[in-house]
T-cell receptor, first 114, second 114 residues
Framework: AQSVSQHNHHVILSEAASLELGCNYS??????LFWYVQYPGQHLQLLLK??????LVKGIKGFEAEFIKSKFSFNLRKPSVQWSDTAEYFC????????????FGGGTRLMVKP | DSGVTQTPKHLITATGQRVTLRCSPR?????VYWYQQSLDQGLQFLIQ???????AKGNILERFSAQQFPDLHSELNLSSLELGDSALYFC?????????????FGPGTRLTVL
């Protein structure tokens, strides 16, 4: 069965620091990739998605992610984090031609210190 | 606000009981997805309905069932509840069924089984 791994469970950064959250998946076929964010007490919101084309994807709020097929990775980055980025971040994978259900990673809790 | 509504927001019940969680999708969305978020299992896909019919099934226990009604709202029924069923249950909706399209998540129902 496919799986999605987020190796960083908790990350603590100071404001203005750069962020990179890792995401790896275990599936050799075509996939669609997503990053969702869950702010405290709120619902999941889509940050960005990759379907095809340019492997560097830009999302909302200054986030971007790079799809590296050879490494089965889709890492999330932001050059300068803000206190308001404190949230939990989830990577998700959808298998091509396997319906629209998502397989999520375990999540990474990010705390940004002001 | 994603446009997906879920009721109730919180539910506290006892082991062995049965509960029903309700989800109303975004206007125009035909697909509804149910996910369970627990501390030990993370965020897991349970089941998907498309226009009233079951479309995909994930890690859903036999004690759990769901349905989607003609007005497209969906209910998730959890019976013979166990302590381990305590979790946050999310509903998501999307326009289509099999084709890849963004899922919009509701605020969730927090179920506590005592």
């Amino acid at each position: 069965a496919q799986s999605v791994s987020q190796h960083n469970h908790h990350v603590i950064l100071s404001e203005a620091a750069s962020l990179e959250l890792g995401c790896n998946y275990s599936y050799g076929g075509t996939v669609n990739l997503f990053w969702y964010v869950q702010y405290p007490g709120q619902h999941l919101q889509l940050l960005l998605k990759y379907f095809s084309g340019d492997p560097l994807v830009k999302g909302i709020k200054g986030f971007e992610a790079e799809f590296i097929k050879s490494k089965f990775s889709f890492n999330l980055r932001k050059p300068s984090v803000q206190w308001s980025d404190t949230a939990e971040y989830f990577c998700a994978v959808r298998l091509f031609n396997a319906g629209n259900m998502l397989t999520f990673g375990g999540g990474t809790r990010l705390m940004v210190k002001p | 606000d994603s446009g997906v509504t879920q009721t109730p927001k919180h539910l506290i019940t006892a082991t062995g009981q049965r509960v029903t969680l309700r989800c109303s999708p975004r206007s125009g969305d035909l697909s509804v997805y149910w996910y369970q978020q627990s501390l030990d299992q993370g965020l897991q896909f349970l089941i998907q309905y498309y226009n009233g019919e079951e479309r995909a099934k994930g890690n859903i226990l036999e004690r759990f069932s769901a349905q989607q009604f003609p007005d497209l709202h969906s209910e998730l029924n959890l019976s013979s509840l166990e302590l381990g069923d305590s979790a946050l249950y999310f509903c998501a909706s999307s326009v289509a069924g099999l084709a890849v399209n963004e899922q919009f998540f509701g605020p969730g129902t927090r179920l506590t089984v005592l």
